[in-house]
């Protein structure tokens, strides 16, 4: 069994820009790695607007994580197991291994909210990769980070 806060964080909705364009995702962080699996994407060109929607296993993403992470019998490595497959057999999805993260940014303002997750030591990021969680999904984000070396909450 896995447990929010311990295991992942989720968000069931943010904003990304995705090779097929702009739009909804469903955000997931692990102890291994943040996996964003869009919902929809729109793109325009000149006239024309392109709306993509994106499943898993006909189901929303949102959902179909949701059961994921609701299975008793799931363990932290299964979970990331299944998220990897399902980030390589849909279009779409962007998977940052935390591995290669050198800094976290946490903002759990009142007007800022959001983990930001760099590449970088130091300096300013022009494109760090982003979530902006609830209030009430932000406290499994800075349980699982709470100990993990360049860690800024803010």
Not at 4 to 31: C, E, H, N, Y
Not at 115 to 128: I, N
């Amino acid at each position: 069994m896995v447990v929010s806060g311990k295991d992942f964080a989720l968000v069931q909705s943010t904003v990304w820009m995705f090779p097929q364009g702009i739009g909804r995702a469903t955000a997931i962080l692990t102890r291994r790695a943040l996996y964003m699996f869009p919902q929809r994407a729109f793109y325009t060109t000149g006239t024309t607007r392109t709306k993509t929607t994106f499943t898993i296993g006909d189901r929303p993403p949102y959902v179909a994580i949701g059961e994921l992470v609701a299975n008793p019998g799931i363990t932290a490595d299964q979970l990331d197991q299944q998220l990897g497959e399902w980030a390589r057999q849909i279009e779409g999805p962007i998977v940052l291994e935390l591995a290669a993260v050198k800094r976290i940014r946490i903002f759990n303002g009142w007007l800022r909210r959001g983990v930001a997750f760099s590449e970088k030591e130091t300096g300013y990021d022009m494109r760090p990769k982003a979530v902006r969680p609830t209030k009430q999904e932000m406290p499994a984000f800075i349980e699982l980070l709470k100990d993990r070396p360049g860690v800024e909450l803010k």
